[in-house]
């Protein structure tokens, strides 16, 4: 049986970033995975400007960058963002196995084995994983035990508990074929009635549809029409750029049975779900103990606001492995706490407020028609929008600037 320092369980890009920072460093480190080849993680692949500041080698995954935005509000209104700094949009196959052939270059032995819960056991001096109902009956033992096994982590619910099904966000979309011609411009549009949003996130051989909900106000039929509705806007804005998003009633039906048809035999469907805690959860919820520690969606780190969980599932993975190298790494629970904790947690009780009212309309709706007609707003959305501006003083950031001439 061979002994590892560190075993993580999960290579998404929480746990193949902690392998190759950790592995770099010399420790000796084995990396799980249980994902079937060529089948992608259900995500929009949105990394913030933040993100790839802080981490620039991203930007050497295969993707595309975004420098505009077309944001709509609940009614439609249009407003168009223009980006100080770049996001990039991957496709997820490409960006996980970026990181993780990062991590096995830096030296970590890298394992295609699903580990649960079961196969999991403690012993004296750390741990002993074994593969369930895998093909081999291959064991390994450790030191460290890292979930970073995503959101629906065995790891995490067997170490810190289930999460209640209230504290799940949903995700769903398709991928879809990029238009014949013209642009394709990426889109997030707040949707009218619902809490959340929809996306359209184009990719270089494809775009990633979708839309991001609370567990509470899911409801399938009526979200997944919705998204059908929003995918027909968007191809239908492709050839006629006076078109509505949100279907109209001059809308041409052959044109839209047309795309219709087309997305109907070629788009492919996906779902999963993102952590969305309570306020409550983050003072209650640890994430690291005596041998073990959570990383990314496993430890519930994702943005209860817009679902973004890559820029967390990274940091959070540097500052566990600053915490274990320096041999300290039960200090990993204080600094992500000091780090985006907080930040964290105040999106949470904005959530409700967010996708709530505000002076008689969607606070989303006000939010974007203050932004057209206020360049200090539109500073502030494209702020938060790059991941630049946090949630602690966004209430401040907006005041000041609506406070500020035009
Ligand atoms: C539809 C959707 C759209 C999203 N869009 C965005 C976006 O645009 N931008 C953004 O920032 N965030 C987005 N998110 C959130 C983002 O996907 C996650 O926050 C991020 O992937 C978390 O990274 P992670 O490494 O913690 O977990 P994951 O990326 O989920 O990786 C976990 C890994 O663990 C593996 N695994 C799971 N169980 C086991 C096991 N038992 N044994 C071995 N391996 C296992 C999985 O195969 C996977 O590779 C979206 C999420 C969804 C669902």
Request: charged share 20%; glycine share 40%.
């Given at each position: 049986m061979e002994h590892f320092e560190a075993l993580i369980v999960g290579a998404g890009p929480a746990g193949s970033f902690a392998a190759e920072l950790l592995a770099r460093r010399g420790v000796k480190v084995a990396l799980f995975d249980g994902r079937p080849e060529g089948e992608p993680k259900a995500c929009g692949g949105g990394v913030t400007a933040k993100a790839l500041k802080a981490w620039p080698h991203l930007l050497n995954a295969v993707g595309r960058t975004v420098d505009e935005l077309e944001m709509y509000s609940p009614s439609g209104k249009r407003l168009h963002l223009k980006l100080k700094e770049p996001f990039a949009i991957y496709s997820r196959i490409a960006f996980d196995s970026y990181l993780r052939d990062r991590a096995r270059a830096a030296g970590a032995e890298v394992f295609a084995a699903k580990i649960s819960a079961r196969g999991i056991k403690r012993t004296e001096n750390g741990w002993m994983l074994k593969e369930v109902a895998g093909a081999s009956d291959a064991e390994w033992s450790g030191e460290m035990l890292v979930g970073?096994?995503?959101?629906?982590s065995s790891v995490a619910r067997m170490l810190a508990g289930p999460l209640p099904p209230s504290e799940m966000e949903v995700a769903f979309g398709y991928r879809a074929p990029l238009p014949e011609s013209g642009e394709s411009p990426t889109v997030v549009a707040f949707l009218p009635g619902w809490i959340g949003y929809a996306w359209a996130f184009p990719r270089l051989d494809h775009i990633s549809f979708g839309i991001a909900t609370t567990q509470e106000a899911f409801e399938h039929q009526p979200l997944d029409k919705l998204l059908w509705d929003f995918m027909l806007g968007y191809y239908r804005q492709r050839e006629d750029p006076r078109a509505k998003l949100w279907a109209s009633r001059k809308t041409d039906r052959d044109r839209d049975q047309r795309i219709k048809a087309k997305l109907g035999s070629s788009a492919e469907r996906y779902a999963a779900r993102i952590p969305g805690l309570n306020d409550k959860t983050w003072d209650a919820r640890r994430v690291c103990g005596e041998g073990w520690a959570l990383l990314g969606d496993a430890a519930g780190f994702a943005d209860p606001v817009t679902g973004e969980g890559i820029y967390y599932a990274l940091r959070s993975a540097e500052l566990f492995a600053e915490s274990f190298l320096a041999q300290t790494p039960l200090d990993y629970e204080g600094r992500w706490r000091q780090d985006f904790g907080r930040d964290l947690k105040r999106a949470s009780q904005m959530r409700r407020r967010f996708y709530g009212n505000f002076w008689g309309a969607p606070f989303t709706e006000r939010m974007i028609e203050f932004a057209r007609g206020h360049r200090g707003i539109k500073r502030v959305l494209g702020d938060l929008v790059a991941g630049e501006q946090g949630y602690v003083d966004l209430k401040k950031k907006l005041a000041r600037s609506a406070l500020r001439p035009v």
């Open positions: 970073a096994d995503g959101a629906g």
